[in-house]
C-alpha cells in the first residue's frame, strides 16, 4: 500500500477544534501516514498568524524592547492547545519559558521563526499518537533558500517504516553549517513536498481552506472557475505570477519523482479539491488560468546593429548581476532589449545600473519604465492551438487596453502580457471571459 503525505497549513491548524478535523481526516485514509503541520494561523480575520508574532519576537527582542506581549500570545495558543487536546499538562509552559529565554538572548530570526511549526509538530505528534520528525536534522537548506538533495535519502531512511506514522513540522530544516533555516513564507507546502519524495508517496495532499485551486483572482473575477485537473507547469507559472494557495516553489521535489498533489479544503474534506499532476491530458477550457502582479518596471534599451554585437546582452545582464539584481523576463528584436524586473529590485539603484549599463554598451537610448503589470495566461494548449493571441489581443482591444510589452516563455504555455497598473484589473476580466467562453 503506497503512501500519502499530507501537509495541513495554518487555517487547518488554527484552533483545537481544527487539529480534531485533521486527526479525523488522517484516520480516514490509513494510507495518510506522513503529516507536515504549519504554524497555527488566524481564526478569525483580526487574529494574528503565529509566525508573524514570531518574527515580531524576534525584532523587538533585536532592538531591546520588551516582547512580552507577542510573546504571551503566542505561548497562550500552545499551551491552550495543549489544554484543549491533551487534557494535562504534557510540559507545553515549560517549554515556552525555555523558548522565552531563547528569544531574550537573542536566538537568530530563522530559529525564532521556526518554532511554530515546531511547537504545531510538538503538539499534532502525541495527538496523533505518532513519531516526531525534526526536519532540522534530515532536511538541508542551501544559500539560496533551496532544498539540498541529499535530505530526500536521509528524510527516506528516517520515515522509512510504512507502518508507521510520522509528524514532521514544515517551513525549516538547517544549513550546510547545522543552524536552523526556513524556507521563504508559505514554505510548508515545500516540506510536504520534500516528505513526500522522500518517502516516495503516491500522494501528496495539501490542506488548506479552499476547495481547489480557482482559475482566477475571485478578489478581481466574479466566481472564477474551480481548476479540477491542471499540470505542474500551469500550476508553477500561475503561482510564480501571484496565484496563491501553493508554493511555487514546492513543484519541484514532487515534479522530479512524477508525484500527483490534490489541494484539499480541511473543511469540507469530501470536496475533490484539485488534483495537480504530471502530464496534461484533457480540459474542459483552453487556459488553465490567469494571474498576475503589479510593481514591475522595464529598462528599454536601444543600439542600432545590436544584433551584430557579441556579448551584448551578456554585458547588460552581467550589469545587473553585480548589482546583486534578479529580472523576470527580457524580451528584445534587432535593435532593442527590454528587461522587466520587479520594482523592488531595483528601487535605490536605478541610477547605478543605468549608468553601468552605459558605460558597458553605450547605448544608443536607454530608459527605465514603472508603472508597468504582468498578466500570464497560462495553459498547456496555448501554443497548440491556433488563435490563441488573437483572443487574448482582441479582448484587450475590446476593453480599450494597451499592451505596453508582450512575451511569450520559451516554455510556450503561458502568454505574459504588460499593462498599465491602472489597466490591471480590467486585463485580467477581460482575458478571463474571453477564454472561459472558448
Ligand atoms: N508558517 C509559515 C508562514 O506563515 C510557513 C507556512 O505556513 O507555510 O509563512
Not at 71 to 95: C, H, P, S
Not at 213 to 239: A, F, G, K
Amino acid at each position: 500500500m503506497g503512501r500519502i503525505v499530507c501537509k495541513f497549513g495554518g487555517t487547518s491548524v488554527a484552533d483545537a477544534s481544527q487539529f480534531r478535523r485533521v486527526k479525523a481526516i488522517v484516520e480516514s485514509d490509513p494510507r495518510r501516514r506522513v503529516v507536515v503541520p504549519s504554524a497555527p494561523g488566524k481564526r478569525n480575520k483580526q487574529d494574528p498568524k503565529i509566525t508573524d508574532l514570531l518574527y515580531l519576537c524576534h525584532d523587538m527582542a533585536a532592538a531591546n524592547t520588551d516582547f512580552s506581549g507577542p510573546f504571551n500570545q503566542i505561548r497562550d495558543r500552545y499551551v491552550e492547545l495543549e489544554k484543549e487536546l491533551v487534557g494535562r499538562d504534557t510540559g507545553m509552559a515549560a517549554v515556552m519559558e525555555t523558548f522565552r529565554v531563547e528569544v531574550a538572548a537573542g536566538a537568530p530570526r530563522d530559529f525564532i521563526a521556526s518554532r511554530g511549526e515546531y511547537f504545531s509538530g510538538l503538539v499534532m505528534a502525541p495527538f496523533l499518537g505518532a513519531e516526531f520528525v525534526d526536519p532540522a536534522d534530515y532536511v538541508v537548506i542551501d544559500g539560496g533558500g533551496c532544498v539540498d538533495p541529499v535530505s530526500y535519502d536521509a528524510l527516506g531512511k528516517r520515515m522509512s517504516d510504512p507502518a508507521k506514522l510520522y509528524v514532521m513540522p514544515g517551513f525549516y530544516g538547517r544549513d550546510h553549517h547545522g543552524k536552523v533555516k526556513t524556507f521563504s513564507r508559505g514554505g510548508s507546502d515545500i516540506s510536504g513536498a520534500i516528505a513526500a519524495r522522500a518517502v516516495m508517496a503516491d500522494l501528496y495532499e495539501n490542506w488548506t481552506d479552499v476547495s481547489g485551486l480557482l482559475m482566477s483572482d475571485p478578489r478581481i473575477v466574479d466566481n472564477p472557475c474551480h481548476m479540477d485537473l491542471v499540470t505542474y507547469r500551469e500550476i508553477r507559472e500561475l503561482s510564480y505570477m501571484g496565484a496563491s494557495v501553493f508554493h511555487d516553489e514546492a513543484i519541484l521535489p514532487v515534479h522530479e519523482a512524477g508525484i500527483p498533489i490534490n489541494i484539499k479544503n480541511t473543511n469540507r474534506p469530501e470536496d475533490a479539491g484539485t488534483m495537480i499532476v504530471p502530464k496534461f491530458t484533457d480540459s474542459k477550457y483552453k487556459i488553465a488560468g490567469i494571474a498576475g502582479k503589479k510593481h514591475f518596471s522595464m529598462i528599454c534599451i536601444e543600439k542600432s546593429l545590436m544584433n551584430k554585437e557579441i556579448g551584448f546582452g551578456y554585458k547588460v545582464l552581467g550589469a545587473l548581476c553585480s548589482h546583486g539584481i534578479s529580472y523576470e523576463h527580457c524580451p528584445s528584436s534587432i535593435d532593442t532589449m527590454s528587461i522587466i524586473l520587479e520594482d523592488r529590485q531595483i528601487e535605490g539603484k536605478d541610477e547605478q545600473v543605468l549608468e553601468e549599463i552605459r558605460r558597458l554598451v553605450n547605448p544608443d537610448k536607454i530608459e527605465l519604465l514603472g508603472d508597468l503589470a504582468l498578466v500570464a495566461v497560462v495553459g498547456e494548449e496555448l501554443v497548440s492551438t491556433p488563435g490563441m493571441a488573437a483572443v487574448a489581443f482582441d479582448a484587450l482591444r475590446a476593453a480599450k487596453i494597451n499592451v505596453r510589452i508582450i512575451n511569450m516563455g520559451a516554455s510556450e504555455m503561458n502568454l505574459i502580457i504588460g499593462v498599465h497598473e491602472a489597466d490591471y484589473e480590467n486585463a485580467v476580466r477581460a482575458l478571463y471571459s474571453a477564454f472561459v467562453k472558448l
